[in-house]
């Protein structure tokens, strides 16, 4: 229903969809008005879920609050779902493999390593191929071998909890979706973020969501990107470092 209401809004204008608030609980302090949508329970306080949200440093960004195999799935579906809308066919099968990775992990699926070896014993599968056959039929439910129907069926299940709701601000009546937690929260407002041509990102240095600002952007600011880099650099000098004084280690053995 949620999605139906998105695509639906989409005809007309995207700045309709992305003017949709979505609300979720918060303390008295942050309240931008009272759930007035549920009955007896409407004095709670709500907020409008907002761009600040994805950038906080604290534990408010909902990205933090995850468990790290669910934030492994979020960063996933965003992938799946820029890469389907670029039409990169390459791109759209790293993301497909991917996901269906996070899912395996979600889930706790541990494969049968005699099941993965019987896979690859076929002629023109490799290893990695065959642990990814054996994650698809560990994960995949019917229709999702598809990757369009497994981003819209994994997304829509993970909407279940929001509710379109007739919100009264305090000035005036509107339609908001409400989200009981800001992980339902998260989900629904980068949905309405891509619908309205947005393009998100997830920077690799500090895993925090960012809107792009070019279509090859990969990190949230310049300083990341260069900290990242930096980062990458130091490992990579402790590594070949290790493999030096193995090597030393060895000849002297000897």
Known sequence: MLVLTLLF?????????????????????????RATFLGQDGLHPVRAFADSDLTRKSK?????????SEQGFFTAIVALQRALGTKDRLAAARAREGLIKAIARKEQVVLDPDHVSQLASSPGVNPQRAELMALELYTL????????????????????????????????????LYCPDLK????????????????????????????????????????????HRVA??????????????????????R
């Open 9 to 33: 809004m989409q005809r007309d204008a995207y700045k309709t969809v992305t003017d949709l608030p979505v609300l979720v609980p918060c303390s008295a302090r942050e309240q931008e008005g």
């Open 60 to 68: 408010g960004n909902p990205l933090r609050t995850m468990l790290e």
């Open 141 to 176: 439910r019917p229709g999702e071998a598809d990757e369009k129907i497994l981003l819209s069926a994994r997304v829509s299940e993970a909407l279940g909890s929001v509710r379109l709701v007739l919100w009264w601000s305090g000035t005036k009546f509107r339609p908001a």
């Open 184 to 227: 339902s929260a998260l989900y629904t407002f980068v949905l309405m973020k891509t619908v309205a041509g947005q393009s998100w990102g997830v920077c690799p240095f500090c895993g925090l969501l960012f809107v792009k600002s070019r279509r090859n952007q990969d990190y949230c600011s310049i300083a990341h990107r260069e900290a």
């Open 232 to 253: 990458r650099w130091r490992a990579a000098k402790v590594s070949n470092s290790k493999e030096r004084g193995g090597k030393n280690v060895t000849h002297k053995a």
